[in-house]
Every structure is written in C-alpha cells, then in structure tokens.
C-alpha cells in the first residue's frame, strides 16, 4: 500500500488492490488506536486525534501525555540500541562469510528460496492478499521471483552453515524454544 501524510495529523493509505480496503479498515478497527478510519472506496483516512490526556488514557495504559511519552521514548531507544547490535553482529557475520570459503550445495539455497516464499504467501495472507494477486501486481512469475530470491537466499544458507561450523568449533549448544511456529 501507498501510505502519504497530506497534513501532519492525517494519514491516506491506498491499497494496491482495493478489494483489501475493507479488511485494511476493519484491522484498524480492531487494534482499537482510538482513530476512526475512513473508507471512500478509493483510499483509507486516518485523522489522528490530538494527543491529550483523554486520548493517551483510551489507547495506552497512562495517564498522561508525559507518561506516554517517556514510554514511547524509552522503547525507541531500545530498539535502536537493539537494531544497533544486531547490525554489529550482522556485520561480523557477513565479514567472516566472506572470507570463508563454503561450498554450497543447490538443493540448500532452491529449499531456502522455497521457504522465503512461503513466508511471502503467509504474510500477504495476514495482509488478505493472495499469492496469485501479488505475482499479478508485481508482474513476476514464479521463476522470475524464484531467481529474485536466489541472492539473499545463497547468503541465508552460507550464514547459517558459518554459524553452525562455528557453534560446532566452540562446542555451543542453541536450544530454540517450543512455539506453535516449529512444533
């Protein structure tokens, strides 16, 4: 979706496909932000309320605009401090993938090409869109899209054979949680 800002406490959100505009509407509704939305057929409005202490209390578990604030500071700041050290770790991975020399088998990056789009497939479904009506808007066919991936997706594979040679040199263990999402 397009998403522009004509005036600094609204917000037009225009589909690529305007049959999602209702189910665009209704996840607004939902996720109860104390904003309204409306739908002229064409685009989503969003006219954001002024941030007082009655909208802070109907959106937020605060009191005031001060609170709110400070929260929503303190989290920025977190995440910026999170998105930092992932991008050093992300820059000592991608350096010694690099310089490592890593024979990778095809079936490793078609089986990740293979997992990125169903990740695509799933995340457009969460956004009520179909796969099919995303390949017809980007113009893409399956091989073509297949061939987009195939960079990041040989990158993914290398990464993830680095860290395990290296978690299997170091003698690391990495237990993954029990979730719903791998069984």
């Known amino acids: 979706a397009n ?12 589909p690529f496909d305007r049959t999602l505009l209702k189910g665009i509407e209704k996840a607004i509704n939902e996720a109860n932000l104390g904003i309204t939305p409306t739908n002229n ?4 409005i969003l006219t954001i309320p002024e941030l007082n202490e009655e909208f802070v209390k109907k959106v937020s578990k605060f009191e ?3 609170e709110f604030q400070a929260d929503i500071r303190k989290n920025l700041e977190s995440g910026a401090k999170y998105r930092a050290t ?3 770790q992300r820059k000592a991975i991608n350096q010694a993938a690099d310089n490592a020399e890593i024979d990778i088998p095809p079936v490793m990056i078609e089986n990740r090409i293979s997992q990125l789009i169903n990740e695509l497939s799933l995340q457009l479904q969460t ?11 980007t113009g893409y066919d399956m091989d073509h899209l297949r061939e987009s991936y195939k960079e990041s997706a040989e990158k993914d594979v290398r990464d993830d054979l680095l860290l ?12 993954i949680p029990f979730t719903k999402a791998n069984g």
């Not at 057929?41 to 989503?44: A, D, N, R």
Request: hydrophobic share 40%; charged share 30%.
């Open 3 to 14: 998403i522009t800002v004509p005036e600094a406490r609204q917000l037009f959100i225009k």
């Open 41 to 44: 057929g064409e685009i989503i």
């Open 64 to 66: 005031t605009v001060e």
């Open 86 to 88: 992932e991008k050093q």
């Open 127 to 137: 956004r009520g869109m179909t796969f099919e009506s995303y390949l017809q808007y």
């Open 164 to 175: 395990e040679a290296v978690a299997k040199q170091e003698n690391i263990e990495v237990e």
